[in-house]
């Protein structure tokens, strides 16, 4: 594990661990989250790099439809 990589799950096991209200408890389940939210991260900044269009996909398919005649809402009449 690079210690890069390392310190980002620790700092994220952190938050994680605050979030929940800094209770003793479960470490290892906050750093197997953390270390899953890394590499997820991880992977989907690889994915923009090696495919742009992947990201443009996204933002195209949030795009808002406009409503048809009959679906106009009385405040629009």
Avoid at 22 to 35: F, I, T
């Amino acid at each position: 594990m690079s210690g890069d990589r390392h310190q980002r799950i620790q700092q994220r096991a952190y938050e994680i661990w605050e979030r929940e209200g800094g209770l003793h408890g479960d470490p290892e389940r906050h750093w197997h989250q953390a270390e899953a939210e890394i590499d997820g991260e991880d992977s989907l900044q690889g994915q923009a790099a090696t495919d742009p269009s992947a990201v443009g996909a996204t933002v195209l398919s949030g795009k808002a439809k406009k409503p048809r005649r009959s679906e106009t809402a009385s405040s629009d009449v």
